[in-house]
């Protein structure tokens, strides 16, 4: 089958650094990626792992362990607007449809 | 370029009625693909198209829901008859290829509400 699991919300303080985990169980594994998703908008990209380790890209990090099925990704000098769902989505292989994500994480950032 | 192109951006209409949801991707976009949110069940992909030809429906819910795509900057996604349980938003996305490290581009979505 096929599973991701990310936690459903956190909170957080402005200027804290806070990390979002997401683990799966998939059938094939091409390739991890994180979308933003502010409330009533469209989910927009911001990381692609497919090597282990860490790709950082300004104030956001991601981290992968493919042996684990594990990645998160982490939010530095965190902003009111950083306020947004997270959604964990995995490339399972095969031709691009195989992307499958996960319910999102919703992070509240407070003052 | 405008990005995805979606209409309408929100849909309110009444059980048994025909619903058509459209979509404009990015021109260059090789790949298009109709997407369904919702609380209970988040981001679930419906259909796929490649060069305009479906690749993959095996999203698709059941014969109420069909897609087409004429053309490289068009396509629908139709429901006939509407039930109450398709109340969701409907986001389309374009791909430029179909490898995994593409990243998608999503439109702003259709809220569609069935009474």
């Known amino acids: 089958g096929q599973n991701i699991d990310q936690p459903t919300e956190m909170t957080a303080t402005e200027g804290a650094i806070v990390q979002i985990n997401c683990t799966y169980q998939?059938?094939?594994?091409?390739?991890l990626f994180w979308y933003q998703q502010h409330a009533g908008e469209a989910p927009t990209f911001l990381s692609y792992?497919?090597?282990?380790g860490l790709e950082e890209k300004g104030r956001f990090s991601s981290f992968l362990s493919r042996s684990k099925g594990y990645s998160y990704l982490l939010l530095k000098e965190l902003q009111m607007k950083d306020s947004a769902s997270y959604l964990c989505?995995?490339?399972?292989?095969?031709?691009?449809?195989?992307?499958?994500f996960g319910k999102g994480t919703k992070l509240s950032v407070k003052p | 370029d405008a990005g995805v192109i979606q209409s309408p951006r929100h849909e309110v209409t009444e059980m048994g009625q025909e619903v058509t949801l459209r979509c404009k991707p990015i021109?260059?976009?090789?790949?298009l693909f109709w997407y369904r949110q919702t609380m209970m069940r988040g981001l679930e992909l419906l259909i796929y198209?490649?060069?305009?030809?479906?690749?993959?429906d095996s999203g698709m819910p059941e014969d109420r829901f069909s897609a087409k795509m004429p053309n490289a900057s068009f396509s629908t996604l139709k429901i006939q008859p509407s039930e109450p349980r398709d109340s969701a938003v409907y986001f389309c996305?374009?791909?430029?290829?179909?490898?995994?490290?593409?990243?998608?581009?999503f439109g702003p979505g259709t809220r569609l509400t069935v009474t």
């Open positions: 996305a374009s791909s430029y290829t179909g490898t995994g490290t593409d990243e998608q581009y």
């Open positions: 198209f490649n060069n305009n030809v479906p690749i993959d």
């Open positions: 792992n497919v090597l282990d």
């Open positions: 989505a995995v490339y399972n292989g095969g031709s691009q449809g195989n992307l499958i």
């Open positions: 998939t059938s094939g594994f091409n390739g």
């Open positions: 021109s260059g976009h090789d790949y």
